[in-house]
């Protein structure tokens, strides 16, 4: 005769995964950080990962509030979301592509999350969990601004950067992309004599 579960027991289940998916963000921010090219770009990743060690705390602070014990349970989701974050590091990709690509890996995480601790804040408050919904929602904010920061980052000249093939990369690198050109058949100038630099520094800043 096995009991029922109710949504006490979903609740606790949603916050086993959640503690889960936040250690597994612990690891892959680092790299994460390490793979990006923009300094802004890796202050972010760095900086949230700060935010996610002390998620954990809060966390485990929402377990003691409900009696129970710390445990985490495998996130499924958030494992396949870092999986093709890992494959996009492994893609060869330019620096700017790469970090626009490293953006978008970031901004799945994020709403993944946004979406666990949405219904955990909403389920914690139907069942009177005062303490626990008011620390889920403090997770719950950093996670937006976390997401809000990578769509300013991305907009802030990151994609525009990759959109036009980023070649002011200041580490210089000997070991230039192997682009094999088919040298076109009409007039070769010497070699990259006018190409259209668009870069010039100015990224779109819409600060409003
Ligand atoms: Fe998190
Ligand atoms: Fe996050």
Known sequence: MADTKTLHDAFI???RDAYDAEKQLVKALPKMARAASSDELRDAFVSHLEETRGQLERLEQVFASLDEKVRGKHCDGMAGILEEGKSIMEGGFDDATMDACLIAAGQRAEHYEMAAYGTLVAWANVMGHTEAARLLEGILNQEKAADEALSALAESGINEAAAGGDDEDDEDDDEEPPTPK?????????????KTTQSGGSSQKSKK
């Open 13 to 15: 289940d949603e916050l």
């Open 182 to 194: 088919p040298a076109k058949p009409s007039a070769t100038k010497s070699a990259r004599g006018s």
